[in-house]
């Protein structure tokens, strides 16, 4: 087989793999839109604010340690302790709950019945509210999170392709584990909201609140839901980000990079976010290996963003979104 | 008027029962403007109410009251007999009293059964990982509430639109579904908030054609607000009558009929 085409394959598993982090973020995005019908601008700062907090109980840190020591003249940094990492994951998964509660009760309550632009507006402020909060809880250093993944090249697939090609590709373990994750978690999520009662009340919340109110549906509690799940995606994404490329606080601008991929597979569709990031992960990838020493490279920070312009001209409600019918 | 609490027996010989809910001295007010003045009446089991009167009289207001929606200054509501605390209107709905919207309020991105399939939310008691993983009892509990909705549905005879997304449907369907999924609750109490405002006379006679035999089928107590007198005239036991927030007449639609404070209101009277 030639050189060349070997090559090629690498080069697109590596851009699947890729794809499927993308898409984990993108997934976060559709889903809080589905269910209720807002476009969550804080997806990206939650998944950094969830992976923070994770890291700061997993070591021990003390938060707003600044904020105190600066207060009271004292040095306190850390506890002293190391919580394991399935413990952390519970605790910081209770404090998304508690996030999710904070957000209904002092933002969402207050705009039932809104545009949804406003309750766009709002998720902006949000955002730059929790990058603060998360500033101040845990520091703005970056750190290395470590629960215990598998990290570093794949032996059995190295070994493998070797055989077969006479050349041993590179896929690292951890896009592996979290191709499997995004599959868990995408059939999970399915599941949740076509089968439960609790994801129809949500849909029904999402498309009318005075309806959802009247068939005896708790806004209220469903909105708590509905950021909880949010939180908790971000919190999947966090920890494969942030077990990626350390937590820092670049992290919350992989939300940028959701954007096309939800431009491409269609803001309302959880399939749709899927082969959208896998698209550009592949695509990117592809790009960058055959046209990218033709223009000097580094076409990955661009091309996503040109796909998504696009299909924007030619496919608004992108792939899989639901179409836009006009009635005249 | 009628002072036997043991209920009453229709011209067309329907019994009516006990009083489902009653209002009492019920005022509600808008900052200065006061919507409601200290309004009482009743209304009683497996009866067609209806609240009628003049543009900005109140009505809509009324049925909010009764709803949960909007929270009166004074007075109380009594639904089967106890006091009813301060609630919110999911709360209410959760109690059996359903409701339909002067201006629509379905889920429209949503097919017409999963419309309808929202109304049977209350009635789901499997836990959500049953649900999710379809397992033992979630799949017979589901069958159990799709079978009452597709009853209604034939019903309310929407069968050829079910997998419809209601956004593509016509008005008066629309109005349709959204009584479906009032009725998928097995409501005690049914609210109707002008279901023939906006209708032409064909789809009017539907709608009344069904709200009696919604009436007479499943024994629903039903009140509604309507603006067409003709309608209301057919269609209701009895009749309380609004204008300027305050309550003019309540009685069988006769008795309001030759109601002079109603004739003026309707007609207008020149004070002199």
Not at chain 1, 141 to 149: A, P, R, T, Y
Not at chain 1, 169 to 174: A, C, G, K, P
Not at chain 1, 301 to 313: D, G, K, T
Not at chain 2, 108 to 120: A, F, H, I, K, P
Request: charged share 20%; net charge negative.
């Amino acid at each position: 087989m030639p050189e060349q085409l070997v090559f090629a394959m690498e080069v697109i598993l590596n851009g699947l793999m890729a794809g499927v982090l993308y898409a984990l973020v993108a997934l976060g995005f559709v889903l809080i839109y589905k269910a209720s019908g807002i476009f969550n601008y804080a997806q990206g700062v939650m998944a950094l604010f969830a992976a923070m907090t994770l890291v700061g109980i997993m070591n021990g840190q003390v938060p707003f340690a600044h904020l105190i020591n600066a207060t009271f003249g004292t040095h306190i940094h850390y506890f002293g302790w190391n919580v394991p990492a399935l413990f952390a994951i519970i605790l910081t998964m209770g404090v998304m709950v508690l996030l999710a509660w904070c957000v209904q009760r002092f933002v969402m309550r207050h705009l039932v019945g809104q545009e949804p632009i406003i309750l766009f507006m709002a998720t902006i402020g949000l955002a730059y509210f929790l990058e603060g909060v998360a500033d101040l809880m845990w520091g703005s250093e970056i750190k290395k999170l470590d629960v215990g993944l598998p990290q570093g090249i794949n032996l059995w697939l190295d070994e493998t392709t070797f055989n077969i090609f006479d050349y041993g590709f590179f896929i690292d373990n951890l896009d592996i584990v979290a191709t499997i994750i995004a599959a868990l978690l995408v059939a999970a999520l399915v599941a949740f909201s076509q089968y439960t009662k609790q994801g129809r009340a949500m849909r029904a919340v999402a498309d009318d609140h005075q309806a959802a109110l009247s068939v005896g549906i708790s806004l209220n509690f469903i909105w708590v839901m509905v950021w909880s799940v949010a939180g908790f995606v971000a919190l999947v994404a966090g920890i494969m980000w942030g077990t990626k490329s350390g937590v820092q606080f670049s992290l919350s601008l992989i939300a940028l990079k959701a954007l096309p991929v939800l431009m491409l597979g269609g803001f309302t569709s959880i399939p749709g976010a899927i082969v959208g990031g896998l698209i550009i992960g592949v695509g990117e990838k592809l790009f960058e290996f055959a046209i990218g020493p033709l223009v000097g490279g580094a076409t990955e920070n661009w091309f996503a963003y040109v796909l998504a312009l696009i299909f924007l001209v030619f496919r608004p409600q992108g792939l899989f979104g639901e179409k836009i019918i006009e009635r005249v | 008027m009628l002072d036997n609490s043991e209920g009453y027996v229709t011209e067309d010989g329907r019994k009516i029962g006990g009083v489902v809910m009653e209002m009492k001295n019920i005022t509600l007010r808008f900052g200065g403007v006061v919507a409601i003045k200290d309004i009482s009446f009743d209304i009683r089991e497996g009866e067609i109410r209806a609240i009628i009167g003049p543009n900005g009289a109140g009505k809509s207001s009324m049925l909010n009251v009764i709803s949960g929606f909007y929270v009166p200054q004074e007075g109380e509501v009594w639904f089967h007999g106890s006091k009813r605390p301060q609630m919110r209107p999911f709360e209410v709905a959760q109690q059996g009293i359903a409701r339909t919207f002067q201006n629509i309020a379905l889920f429209e991105g949503m097919s017409v059964l999963d419309n309808v399939m929202t109304g049977r939310l209350g009635y789901m008691k499997t836990n959500i990982f049953q649900q999710a993983l379809w397992k033992g009892k979630a799949e017979a509990e589901e069958t159990e509430n799709r079978e009452a909705v597709e009853k209604i549905i034939d019903f309310l005879e929407i069968q050829h639109i079910r997998k419809t997304p209601v956004s593509r449907l016509p008005y008066g369907l629309k109005k349709r579904v959204e009584l479906a999924r009032a009725l998928a609750a097995e409501p005690k109490l049914l609210l109707l908030d002008e279901p023939m405002a906006g209708m032409n006379v064909e789809e009017k006679e539907d709608m009344s054609r069904f709200i009696l035999d919604v009436n007479d089928e499943f024994g629903t107590t039903i009140a509604l607000i309507e603006h067409d007198m003709g309608v209301v005239m057919d269609l209701s036991d009895r009749v309380v009558v609004m204008d300027y927030g305050k309550k003019i007449g309540d009685g069988t639609p006769d008795e309001v009929r030759n109601n002079q404070e109603v004739i003026d209101a309707y007609l207008g009277v020149s004070h002199d």
